[in-house]
């Protein structure tokens, strides 16, 4: 829509307008960040008598140290599972999501309709966390092994499925089918090499959304994993602070001091989730330039 | 063709029909049918006595996440005696306070193999929790046979984690009594010249005046809430409403999780503890002290609180139930000088014999080696330094004056296994750590014996038909507790009057007289 | 090599191998399945021993007969049976019957392998034996076999072998475990065992329901009404905002600060409630949070003892979290859109706000149906983390912060009964589920397309 450049006075306004208003939601989205990034280097006492600000009132990389000094393995390695899990889980998730969706959006598919509420159902109803327990644990085994991180729930949901199925029922014309199957192209051949290159800013999306649905998961661990080796970032992070509060709401009755001088201060969850967010912040940018080349090559249409 | 495959089949089925009723009949015979390499068919008959080792999961709680590299040297450890000892195997899974709570209860629910468990203060994975969903074994017998030692030291404390039916659990051993203690800043108290006020306060009004001065000439809150429910002067089981300290006691609670309730010894009646005139005037000082700008202002909401408070120069005290002995780690913990003030002494009960301790679910299925683990960790100096400090040699030595500590070269940051002592069995056979004194063992031993014991010990209500109520009471007091016991409430007598009535429709006299119908009951037994 | 497939196909013995197959299955009754040790020995088990029982371990084990083994006996048998009758029946049905029966005697036999430890629990070191692994190839074997044939006959087509993965994780994922609403229905005794557990019929709903006090001031109404306007909120203004930052960040004409913009929005996302809450407390709390640090000393408010500016609170921070989703959710669709609409548009002299009237927003409203639908049907469940932590577990603001979902969460920090989750999750679904079942009859008298199902 942007293509056709800025000529008139009314364009001028109009782009103006949408600056505008983005430029404030960014604000909103962004002035958080600085409050955690300050108070991530403030020191624990300041934090806790004087409150969170803006600028940190008096600097101390203690939480920093804590987790790249002492804890330096513990780190490192919940952010290899983490990557590991999520570049895993999204390269499965985007393999089969959309091979579901794809015949749902077929008009000349019979059982499209059957199999869509089918998916929808599972949006709605589910057995709880001890079924799935069992079943993950005592049939596949999964208990404690990376698998667990990625299987469960994660790689794929009704709501990408139905999402995936209204993009291909609007932007892949049946005609573009009709033209290939007469050409002899087989079913298989139409999904690779037809759907899915047209399909690029939808499947980037959900992606994305299956991305950050994986970096951010720590029920699939607190559920399955015991092991540290076996952490996420999340986990991790949940973990320390879950087990200073325990610490504190014990150490003040009973005698925790052999524990309590090896745990850090409260600053540190600020930290944990600073550097639980560097690397998406780091990444996205490269993310994003294959975003916008897909939206450039799926935009041609007829 | 067809009619060759046809006859095959037939010729099958009936085979197998023979071969299947053969199997059935003769239960003891070798079976022919069963021609195969080096699998060798089954014998019936003689038995030999079974030479193999049980092997036993056992899950224990720890208090900073462990590494299975920290953790393998230690099972491997612990195995070698248990092997020798009780021909057992055992499979330790350590899990950190965050995943406890989560993972066992589930553990239990998929019906996983689990032998011997922690049980905790961590609401999901307490003994109440467990005993309510009958999923405790009962090991009364087994510990007849295996563990007699422990019983017979444990005494009526027993009582605390059993049922008329059997034995749910043993309760780890140590100091059980903890009282009300005000921890103050003794840095502050010496800088404004009150430390000799504080030592030989007597009532609440002294340690107004003495907040008064401390808030005055200082930016610290005067008291800041010891836990995540805004107490701040009332902790429970205790009541703290009368001015004088010496009139101020811990109180049987009847092994009511909730603190719903408590019992006035003296008429043997059940009370309900929060429209009590204790209460209310407790929650009024609160207010008063609030108002006055005495109590730090986030009492009923902070996430951070107690000792992390203390240590960051919030808060210059709080007023808490303190384990007896533990001063000096909680001064070491909040890093200053501490004045500790004895307010009220502590009611020995049933929920105090049954925070930490053991149990079997009703899952195991090796539950005579679970008994006899246990009975390792309650009487075996060996076994229980092990689980605790780690390896003789490489995590902990022993000193001159027969305390533990670290090793040459070994510090708190690289040592590989250090566990707390209060967590795993006999706390009373562990080698006390360094910073304490020597004869601590015997203090809390010694404390123990001193202790105001309830008359109402080993009582604890069976609570399955009033769950309903519970559950709503819990609620109401969810939603009230925590500003009126802050003092940060607006209109007291208003929202008190509002928290009262609400309790009582969510039928908190139903409770009450459930609580007296079984009390009597059990009273009558002696 | 096509050619000589067909003619075979078409020949008479079709379906001979299969019969074969069959044949050899049944010879496996013979060969090892499982193996077990006893008093450091190896034994040997026979798939018959599970057929009819049998008394293992010197006697001190006895193996029941199981019911699935011996369907999956008699299906090997039918399988055999079919295939030799083959000619004698319609194919597709031959077929249809043969990939049936085959499917089961696959899964019976996989769980049973899979499963070995749990149910031969007091036997040690289960282990595979070579019998079991020849099942399971062969039932494979036949069922692929049987799939082909189905497929060559029309009655599959390959757009059904493509759903197949997806399917799988569903049906493993989501619809197994979906068993586990029967714990609703009640009440778990450890001692016996979920499976053995007696029935309690709907004694496990009442605790929404509690009997005291008038419905309108009880929890259940409270719970409900949070839920339900909160909900409403959510997806009114989710879809409002989202659509309007979608047609911004679509039309921004710097790809910069596209770039910029895109990221920062989505940037919350990232952040766990969790770390919300404190961000929220640095504002709110008492004694040293930003707002009440700028107002005077008496003007000072108790945000978390103050329940009416908690529902803008809430919904600000939803918002806040959720735009970044949605406002991409619209782009993407929005970038789809054919430009040459927007050049005739143009040419005709449209402006910007009736290009988008006009043009963007009836392009959109499938992609806008589609989750507003979705999100109806999901509109008895609430984001745990928002209405939990964010509020710091206050009391004082229950009254329009608790939601179902804490509700069940306090109750069961309690009681950790997990017949209780589960029948609250049972009502918040069927629930949900009625609802936007109307809503979807509702869309479809309307508009056909754009309807869920």
């Known amino acids: ?302 | 063709m067809k009619k060759i495959v046809s006859i095959l089949l037939v010729l099958s089925m009936v085979s197998v029909l023979f071969a299947g009723c053969m199997q059935t009949e003769d239960t003891s015979s070798n079976g022919d049918d069963a021609a195969v390499n080096d699998v060798s068919s089954d014998e019936g008959g003689s038995e030999e006595v079974d030479e193999e080792p049980a092997e036993i999961v056992v899950t224990l709680m720890t208090l900073a996440p462990l590494d299975t590299s920290q953790s393998d040297a230690v099972e491997a450890a612990i195995n070698e005696m248990t092997l020798e000892k009780i021909n057992t195997k055992v499979d330790l899974i350590w899990y950190d306070a965050a995943n406890y709570g989560t993972q066992v209860p589930m553990m239990i629910q998929a019906n996983e193999k689990l032998d011997l468990m922690m049980f905790t203060p961590i609401p999901s994975a307490s003994f109440a929790s467990f005993k309510n969903q009958n999923q405790l074994l009962d090991i009364g017998d087994y510990l007849k046979e295996y563990a007699p030692i422990v019983v017979s030291e444990l005494g009526t404390l027993v009582d605390a984690t059993s049922t008329p039916e059997g034995i749910l659990g043993i309760t780890n051993q140590g100091p059980l009594a903890n009282n009300v203690t005000i921890t103050m800043r003794k840095d502050i108290l010496e800088e404004l010249g009150l430390v000799e006020k504080a030592e030989n306060m007597t009532t609440w009004s002294e340690y107004e005046e003495i907040l008064t001065v401390v808030t005055a000439n200082t930016d610290l809150s005067g008291i800041i809430n010891a836990d995540a429910e805004g107490t701040v002067i009332s902790p429970v089981p205790f009541m703290t409403g009368e001015e004088e300290f010496s009139n101020n006691f811990g109180y049987d609670q009847l092994g009511d999780s909730y603190y719903l309730v408590y019992a006035d010894q003296e008429t043997d009646t059940v009370m309900p503890y929060y429209s009590s005139d204790e209460f209310y005037n407790m929650i009024s000082r609160a207010k008063d002290w609030y108002d006055k700008g005495l109590i730090y202002k986030d009492a009923a909401i902070a996430k951070d609180y107690a000792t992390t408070l203390l240590k960051n120069e919030v808060g210059f005290s709080q007023v808490n139930a303190i384990e007896a002995g533990a001063q000096s780690g909680i001064e070491s913990t909040v890093g200053k000088d501490l004045l500790f003030k004895a307010v009220a002494p502590s009611m020995l009960q049933t929920s105090s014999a049954n925070k930490w301790g053991f149990s079997v679910p009703v899952t195991a299925t090796e539950p005579e080696a679970a008994v006899k683990f246990l009975n390792l960790l309650h009487t075996d100096k060996e076994v229980i330094n092990t689980l605790t400090w780690g390896i003789e040699g490489v995590d902990w030595v022993q000193n001159d004056e027969g305390l533990a500590t670290y090793p040459e070269g070994v510090t708190n940051e690289t040592v590989t296994y250090h566990i707390a002592d209060f967590l795993y069995g006999n706390r009373f056979l562990i080698t006390p750590w360094q910073g304490e004194s020597v004869h601590i063992r015997d203090e809390q031993r010694r404390v123990n014996d001193e202790a105001n014991v309830s008359k109402y010990m080993g009582f604890s209500v069976d609570t399955s038909n009033i769950t309903t109520e519970l559950t709503a009471c819990f609620n109401v007091k969810e939603q009230y507790k925590a500003n009126l016991v802050s003092g940060s409430v607006q209109d007291l007598d208003a929202t008190y009057s509002e928290f009262v009535e609400k309790l009582n429709a969510a039928g908190y006299q139903a409770i009450i007289d459930e609580y007296q119908r079984q009390l009597d009951e059990w009273l009558a037994q002696w | ?453």
């Open chain 1, 1 to 302: 829509m942007s293509d056709s450049g800025i000529k008139s006075k009314s364009d001028k306004i109009y782009q103006i307008v949408i600056f505008s208003i983005l430029v404030v939601l960014a604000i909103c989205a962004l002035f958080p960040f600085l409050l955690l990034v300050s108070s991530s280097v403030t020191e624990e006492s300041v934090l806790l008598s004087k409150g969170y600000s803006f600028f940190p009132r008096k600097i101390s990389f203690y939480a920093y140290e804590y987790l790249f000094k002492s804890n330096a393995t513990k780190v490192l390695r919940s952010y290899g599972v983490t990557f590991f899990i999520t570049i895993v889980g999204t390269s499965i998730s985007l393999l089969i999501a959309p091979m579901l969706a794809w015949p749902l959006a077929r008009k000349d598919y019979k059982r499209a309709k059957l199999v869509t509420f089918l998916v929808f159902f599972t949006m709605l109803f589910n057995g709880g966390i001890v079924p799935s327990y069992i079943m993950w644990t005592q049939l596949f085994g999964l208990k404690n092994t990376i698998w667990a991180l990625i299987f469960p729930t994660l790689i794929m949901n009704g709501f990408y499925v139905i999402l995936y199925k209204n993009n291909f029922a609007h932007n892949i014309h049946p005609a573009l089918v009709e033209a290939a199957k007469i050409d002899g192209a087989g079913e298989w051949y139409i999904y690779f090499k037809i759907v899915l290159p047209l399909s690029l800013p939808i499947i980037a999306t959900i992606g994305l959304m299956v991305g950050l649905a994986y970096w951010n998961d720590w029920v699939n661990g607190l559920y399955y994993i015991s092991d540290t080796k076996l952490y996420s970032l999340q986990q991790l992070l949940k973990s320390i602070i879950d087990n200073i509060s325990a610490l504190a709401s014990m150490g003040s009755s009973v005698d925790t001091s052999s524990v309590t001088n090896k745990m850090p201060g409260s600053g540190i969850r600020m930290a944990m989730a600073v550097i639980g967010i560097i690397p998406i912040m780091v990444l996205y940018p490269f993310f994003q330039k294959a975003f916008v080349k897909g939206i450039a090559l799926g935009g041609v249409k007829e």
């Open chain 3, 1 to 453: 090599m096509k050619i000589k497939l067909d003619a075979y196909l078409k020949s008479k013995f079709r379906m001979m191998h299969i019969a074969i197959l069959a044949f050899i299955i049944i010879l496996c009754s013979f060969f090892p399945y499982l193996s077990y040790v006893h008093n450091k020995k190896r034994y040997g088990m026979l798939i018959l021993n599970f057929i009819f029982g049998k008394n293992v371990a010197g006697g001190s084990v006895f193996i029941e007969s199981n019911m699935f083994m011996q369907m999956s006996f008699l299906l090997i048998l039918a399988i055999a049976i079919v295939a030799l009758l083959y000619n004698k029946m319609r194919s597709v049905l031959a077929d249809k019957l043969i990939a049936f029966f085959a499917f089961f005697v696959l899964v019976t036999n996989l769980v049973y392998i899979l499963r070995r430890n749990s149910i031969l629990n007091e036997l040690k070191q289960v282990k595979v034996e070579y019998g079991a692994v020849i099942i399971v190839l062969l039932s494979m074997v036949i069922l692929i076999q049987s799939l082909y044939n189905l497929w060559k006959e029309k009655v599959l087509f390959t757009l059904d072998f493509l759903i197949v993965p997806g399917m799988l994780y569903f049906i493993i994922n989501n619809y197994i475990p979906m068993v586990g609403i029967l714990i609703a229905f009640k009440k778990i005794d450890y001692r016996v065992g979920i499976i053995d557990s007696p029935w309690v019929g709907f004694e496990n709903f009442k605790v929404l329901f509690p009997q005291t006090g008038s419905f309108f001031q009880s929890d259940a109404f409270i719970i409900t009404r949070n839920t339900l306007l909160y909900n409403l909120a959510f997806i009114t203004l989710s879809t409002i905002m989202g659509v309007i930052v979608g047609i911004c960040l679509a039309d921004l004409f710097s790809s910069k600060w596209k770039k910029f913009f895109q990221t920062s929005i989505l940037l919350p996302q990232l952040i766990s409630m969790v770390i919300v809450a404190y961000i929220g407390y640095a504002f709110f709390s008492n004694e040293a949070g930003l707002i009440n640090s700028m107002l005077e000393p008496e003007n000072a408010i108790n945000f978390y003892a103050s329940p009416k500016y908690w529902p803008f609170i809430l919904v600000f921070v939803f918002v806040w979290k959720q735009i970044g989703y949605s406002a991409i959710i619209f782009l993407s669709s929005i970038v789809g859109i054919d430009h040459s609409l927007y050049e005739a548009a143009k040419v005709d002299g449209a402006n910007k706000i009736q290009q988008i009237s006009y043009i963007t927003l009836p392009m959109l409203k499938p992609t806008i149906m589609t989750l507003v639908l979705l999100q109806v049907g999901r509109i008895f469940y609430s984001d745990f983390g928002l209405f939990y932590q964010v509020p710091m577990n206050s009391g004082a603001l229950y009254n329009v912060t608790n939601t179902i979902d804490t509700f069940v969460y306090r109750a069961l920090m309690v009681s950790n009964n997990i017949s209780t989750a589960s029948a609250v999750s049972t009502y918040q679904a069927v629930v949900g589920f009625a609802i936007v079942f109307t809503v979807n009859m509702l869309v479809k008298k309307f508009d056909r397309e754009n309807a869920l199902f």
